[in-house]
């Protein structure tokens, strides 16, 4: 992981819960212990793995600049929502009206693309373009959830904490990149490692979507029998 990954921040900074995977410090600096890291980033591979074989629902947060093409990115290629910005309070504990605003940026776009907003004056058709850029800007990366999802993944779970309070609260697993100054002990699987540099959230992220594409490979493939069970039950 020669990476970046193994810098800290100064120890003055570090939370208590970090306390097991620090090696020592350089120039103030703090370094953590990767071989810890690597056992760490082995399990959460391993819990990820299993998410993809049950073909689970993991969304992909992070609003860090360094982080967000990162994390969009490997969300779209495993076909994952994602949150690339500011997370909106209440996406995960009040969904039920997240999902409502969802909808409605559905049914503004189909309208749009059918061309069903002719009977709307100019002022009328400027306001409702405002209004799905203005909801694509905030939802565009979760458009595709249903539900409440299977388990989240956040790079820095410190700048991340509401995400990770309303994961907690309603009992979904969390993934976490997280540096010295985070509480990995509201993490479920923590990777304590530099959560600021580029190519450690890039190796980090990338090996968990290989874990979940993994996972997918090794899921029971369903008979025709099962797979109209499954469309009379959709029904």
């Known amino acids: 992981m020669n990476v970046g990954a193994h810098f800290g921040y100064a120890s003055a900074r570090r939370h208590p819960s970090v306390k097991s ?3 020592g410090s350089k ?3 703090e370094i953590f212990d990767l071989e810890k ?3 760490k980033l082995a399990d959460a ?3 990820m793995e299993a998410l993809g074989a049950e073909g689970k629902v993991v969304l992909f947060v992070t609003s860090k600049g ?3 093409e990162v994390v969009k990115n490997a969300a779209e290629s495993i076909d994952m929502p994602y949150v690339a910005g500011r997370w909106i309070g209440g996406t995960i504990t009040n969904f039920e ?5 969802l909808q409605k940026l559905i049914d503004l776009n189909d309208q749009k693309e059918k061309g069903q907003l002719g009977k709307y004056t100019k002022k009328e058709r400027l306001m409702i373009d405002r209004e799905i850029e203005k ?5 565009s990366g979760i458009i595709s959830l249903k539900k409440n999802p299977d388990a989240v993944f956040v790079v820095d779970s410190k700048q991340e904490y509401i995400a990770v309070a309303e994961a907690n609260q309603n009992h979904i697993p969390v993934f976490a990149l997280a540096s010295s100054d985070c509480d990995i002990s509201l993490v479920q699987h923590a990777v304590p490692a530099n959560d ?3 190519k450690t959230i890039e190796l980090v992220t990338k090996k968990l979507v290989a874990a979940y594409q993994e996972g997918k490979k090794k899921a029971p493939v369903k008979t025709e029998s099962e797979k109209k069970g499954t469309k009379k039950e959709v029904k």
């Open 27 to 29: 120039n103030k600096v």
């Open 66 to 68: 360094e982080a967000r």
């Open 21 to 23: 995977f620090i090696l």
């Open 37 to 39: 890291t690597a056992e």
């Open 135 to 139: 909801l694509t800007l905030m939802f």
């Open 45 to 47: 591979e391993q819990a």
């Open 196 to 198: 600021s540099a580029q």
């Open 97 to 101: 009206q997240i999902h409502k605003r």
